[in-house]
């Protein structure tokens, strides 16, 4: 599908104190895969149009769109989409889109994801296709999560008892109490600790704002892992 | 818009060139015409403004394609590419 689409806002759900679940109605949107995106445009009264990309957080049901968006303070969109935009809106959509950044539930092996941020929005949406996969066959997944806080986290209840997924949140400014990881950004010795093992041939995706998914990328090449293995997402910003 | 925004990737070239070829362009692999790297180009790093978007080589940073999104019409130069090949079986979108 590659014209743009009316959506329509039927849901909204708060994640955070800074993100939301939207859901849109899309006529003609169909057959998405866990990993891609649309593409949303924005038409202010006086004409003004703006295009930002999001990931789908859920994929298998047609003729829905599932997102999940944390507030940029001062950005055009993401502060109206968190915060404003209500059942009913409309807005226009172009998707599903992307065929690289993706999980397919026939693709084999283990997979290895790692998310700043926002970023785990598409890689949530490959582990809820990956807990649909009911032959014996799909490789585990392995989530490294990094998150400010523990409020910050989207669907930390869901992504901890998600089938063939162990998910490891990392805090980079403040650790619960329980939690013997001091609070910091992703190091070497958490990828070499919580994630596969470079030998394991896992597949790697690393999504969240440029500057996390750079550094994650690197430190991933540094322990060993196969820059071939390695697909990025980088939402922008720092 | 600010002075240089942070780069994105290839990923999201889909959208923008959706419409000017049947394939869906991330899992198309090129050739830098300047270093010779061969790569997808959901793997380019991408410069989205608010009219289109500069891909470049993940390699050497040589400019690989331009789009741009004009209300007469979308415009990509493809100059910085060697070649395209299509993928056997190309993906969705
Ligand atoms: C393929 C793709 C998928 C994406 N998926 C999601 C998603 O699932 N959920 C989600 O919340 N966002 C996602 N994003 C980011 C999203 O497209 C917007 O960039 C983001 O919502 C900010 O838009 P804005 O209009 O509010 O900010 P803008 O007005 O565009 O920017 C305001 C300021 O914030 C900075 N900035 C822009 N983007 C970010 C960012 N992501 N993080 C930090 N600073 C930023 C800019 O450099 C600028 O200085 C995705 C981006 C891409 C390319
Ligand atoms: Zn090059």
Redesign the interface.
Known sequence: MTAWHTGQVVHTEPLTASARVLTLAVPGFSGAVAGQHVDLRLTAPDGYQAVRSYSLARVGADEVVEIAVDEVPDGEVSPYLVHEARPGDLMEVRGPLGGYFVWRPGDAGPVQLVAGGSGIVPLAAMARARATVTTHGAGLFRLLASVRTHADAFFPDELGQTEGLTTTWLYSRQAPAASSRPPGRLTRYDVETYAFAPDAGAHVYVCGPTGFVETAAALLVDAGHDVARIRTERFGGG | MEHA????????L??PL??FFTA?V??VTGCCRHCGDVA????SVVY?H?MGAVARCRACTAVLLVVVEHPDGTRVGMAGLAWWRLPVE????
Not at chain 2, 5 to 12: I, S, T, Y
Not at chain 2, 40 to 43: D, L, R, S, T
Not at chain 2, 90 to 93: A, F, K, L, T
Request: a negative charge; proline letters at 16%; hydrophobic letters at 30%.
């Open positions: 925004p942070a780069p994105l990737d290839g990923n999201c889909a959208g959706a419409g869906d991330t899992v997808m180009m959901g793997a989205r608010p190309s993906g969705p979108g």
